[in-house]
């Protein structure tokens, strides 16, 4: 019988649109938004290449010297519901002056369109626009960072190598990245007996866009990279593998906890802080 139904799981993903989608995991509704957390919002409406409409959230800094914030930090959260969850990651942030935004992929929460790749690729392009365009016309020089967690981390990767304009991006944070993306989707449906058969479908997934295989083509873009060893969900090997790819300048930081909990700690704040600091 449960032979059998993971076979019936099987063919049915197999006939999904996109394989690469059942990566994602999204959700419409936002169940808090961050003015209810006493923390100021804007919702930004702005589109992908592709034409997809996107809505992200604009948490502009608190602290501000001369009228201007320390930087602007693209935030790209993990695979699962949408940014409403993923906010109590970096809503400090703004507090100790930065602006973020955190970006709204197409089909979670008010974006348009199906999660996949590689058209994701084509919303992180458009929230970095959107941040360069601010930046523009405020007549601003803050400097514009990204900080990705979990598959936001990976999605950095490729994300930021194919971005024209990557020159214009300081430093990067990567928390609890992977390395391949059929790899870690194959090792998430093996530990469970109703996904095990799955494997082989994970293992379709195109490894085109593996972060491994595009993270030394930023050049000499400062990276700061931090993982727990207690992480269930992303194994520590994954990401210190993508790590070792990666250029020089680049720092490591052992964090705690479990998968993303790193910012729930002061000490992993205050070192991310230091890090962006030193990359103006």
């Not at 935030?75 to 699962?80: C, Q, R, S």
């Not at 936001?152 to 020159?167: D, E, N, T």
């Not at 007996?193 to 085109?208: F, G």
Request: aromatic letters at 10%; hydrophobic letters at 40%.
């Amino acid at each position: 019988m449960r032979i059998a139904v993971a076979v019936l799981l099987l063919c049915m993903l197999s006939a999904c649109t996109s394989i690469t989608s059942l990566m994602f995991y999204p959700r419409q509704s936002f169940p808090v938004t961050p003015d209810q957390l006493g923390v100021s919002y804007e919702t930004i409406h702005h589109q992908a290449i592709d034409g997809t409409a996107l809505v992200s959230w604009w948490l502009p800094a608190k602290k501000t010297i001369n009228g201007k914030s320390k930087g602007s930090i693209l935030v790209l959260h993990g695979n699962a519901q949408n940014m409403s969850y993923h906010q109590l990651s970096v809503n400090w942030l703004p507090a100790a002056g930065y602006d973020v935004l955190m970006l709204g992929y197409r089909e979670f929460g008010q974006s348009e369109g199906l999660a996949k790749l590689p058209d994701i690729f084509m919303d992180v392009h458009s929230g970095l626009d959107w941040m360069l365009n601010h930046k523009q016309s405020s007549n601003s020089n803050v400097p514009v960072y990204v900080l990705g967690q979990s598959i936001g981390a990976s999605l950095a990767v490729y994300g930021i190598a194919s971005y024209p304009q990557k020159h214009e991006i300081s430093a990067v944070v990567l928390d609890a990245g992977f390395d391949s993306y059929p790899d870690i989707a194959s090792e998430a449906m093996s530990r469970h007996w109703l996904t095990w058969l799955l494997q082989p479908v994970a293992l379709s997934i195109t490894s085109q866009y593996d972060p491994i295989e595009w993270v030394d083509h930023w050049g000499e873009m400062p990276l700061m990279m931090m993982h727990s060893p207690q992480d269930t969900v992303v194994p520590y090997r994954r990401g210190k593998a993508l790590y070792e790819k990666a250029n020089d300048p680049k720092m490591w930081l052992d964090s705690t906890g479990r998968h993303v909990e790193s910012f729930a700690f002061e000490a992993m704040r205050l070192e991310t802080i230091k890090f962006l600091e030193q990359h103006p």
